[in-house]
């Protein structure tokens, strides 16, 4: 049971331009939620985070978006640089757990 | 450099053999995880510690895993009798829990296990 989705298994943007990465959750109880960075041969690296009472955080050029209706959050990274390739996941955790539910990831590789 | 460390980086071994991986977290992290990651998957929840405390597991964890904190410091993650199934990346992370909401993890390299 995938209680976290990506959907997109990989995403290739050009320099410069938005790279949008989606996640979609089914379990409501999710309340914290969460975008790691991950390169070959490293372990995954924070990059933002959001709880579920906002709709959107942001830090330099990375935002979140979260949707709970639609149960659905998103990660916007602008402008998009070569740097930022590597496979992003999202996850999620329920109120006082500390375990992290993690999606597939999306492997972003950004163009020159 | 005072991340998490894991070691070793790679073990290769046989069917049925034990391995033991030890996770060295941030020196001032009271709390310790360790997940698991198989290829095209995220990492998924195996255990965590809050100091030396082992408060939760996951079904993940069969009979034959077992993890130790025993200072509350650095960890070991046991696996006796080896199947083919247990390859994957073994992934430590560490927070400090400090009563606030969530705390950040932070991850380790990771141990990649084979097992032949």
């Known amino acids: 049971d995938q209680q976290v989705k990506q959907n997109s298994p990989s995403l290739s943007v050009q320099e410069g331009r938005i790279s949008i990465l989606n996640c979609d959750y089914t379990?409501?109880?999710?309340?914290?939620f969460l975008w790691y960075k991950k390169y070959p041969a490293e372990g995954p690296t924070f990059l933002i985070s959001i709880s579920s009472i906002k709709d959107k955080n942001e830090d330099g050029r990375f935002t979140v978006f979260l949707n709970k209706s639609a149960k659905h959050l998103s990660l916007h990274i602008v402008p998009s640089q070569p740097g930022d390739s590597a496979v992003y996941f999202c996850?999620?955790?329920?109120?006082?757990?500390?375990?992290?539910?993690f999606g597939q990831g999306t492997r972003l590789t950004i163009n020159p | 450099d005072t991340g998490v460390s894991q070691n070793p980086r790679h073990k290769i071994t046989k069917r049925g053999q034990n391995v033991t991986f030890r996770c060295d977290p941030i020196s001032e992290h009271n709390r310790l995880y360790w997940y698991r990651q198989t290829l095209g998957q995220g990492p998924e929840f195996l255990t965590y510690?809050?100091?030396?405390?082992?408060?939760?597991k996951s079904r993940l964890l069969s009979d034959r895993f077992s993890a130790e904190r025993p200072k509350g410091s650095f960890s070991t993650l046991e696996i006796q009798r080896t199947e083919q199934g247990d390859s994957a990346m073994y992934l430590c992370?560490?927070?400090?829990?400090?009563?606030?909401?969530?705390?950040?993890?932070?991850f380790g390299p990771g141990t990649r296990l084979t097992v032949l």
């Open positions: 992370a560490s927070s400090l829990y400090s009563g606030t909401y969530y705390n950040e993890q932070f």
């Open positions: 379990n409501s109880m999710f309340d914290y």
């Open positions: 510690f809050q100091n030396e405390a082992q408060l939760e």
């Open positions: 996850a999620a955790s329920e109120p006082g757990a500390q375990k992290l539910v």
